[in-house]
């Protein structure tokens, strides 16, 4: 897997260092070459999106609607991002099951989806990056461009 510096920028950009910062999210989108997966877009925060400092809830509505419109433009739904207030990110019980439930409730041909939690460090070390699936989950370290 390969993220691309469009979006490592993107995660940079959102990444909680202040202590006002509120957590920030979206969904992450790749383009497929063979086995190749290069994750070139990850959208949000919305202005529409519940968000605190612990706290980010994206709206589904919006949601599916962005899945629909980036499908037009040839880019699949790979998973989930969202920031955490800690220099090295992990995932909270929340996080993870969250995940396999939109997994086992979501129509789709994928193994996993993935899951980045941006810390307040540069990637790498500040960027968790998994995959889960209907019943486990694997941690990744993923390329850049």
Do not use: C
């Not at 510096?5 to 990444?15: E, G, I, Q």
């Amino acid at each position: 897997m390969i993220l691309a510096t469009a979006v490592l920028d993107h995660f940079a950009a959102h990444r909680q260092v202040g202590w006002r910062d509120r957590e920030a999210g979206g969904q992450l989108f790749a383009r497929f070459e063979g086995r190749r997966i290069i994750v070139e877009a990850a959208t949000g925060p919305r202005a529409i999106d519940r968000r605190s400092r612990f706290l980010f809830i994206p709206n589904k509505w919006a949601d599916r609607a962005e899945i629909r419109r980036l499908h037009k433009q040839g880019l699949h739904y790979l998973g989930d991002w969202h920031t955490h207030p800690e220099p090295v990110p992990t995932p909270s019980p929340v996080d993870r099951a969250s995940m396999h439930d939109m997994f086992a409730k979501s129509r789709h041909d994928l193994a996993g989806f993935l899951m980045i939690i941006v810390g307040t460090e540069p990637p790498p070390d500040g960027l968790f990056v998994a995959i889960f699936g209907a019943e486990s989950w694997g941690q990744l370290r993923p390329l850049t461009e």
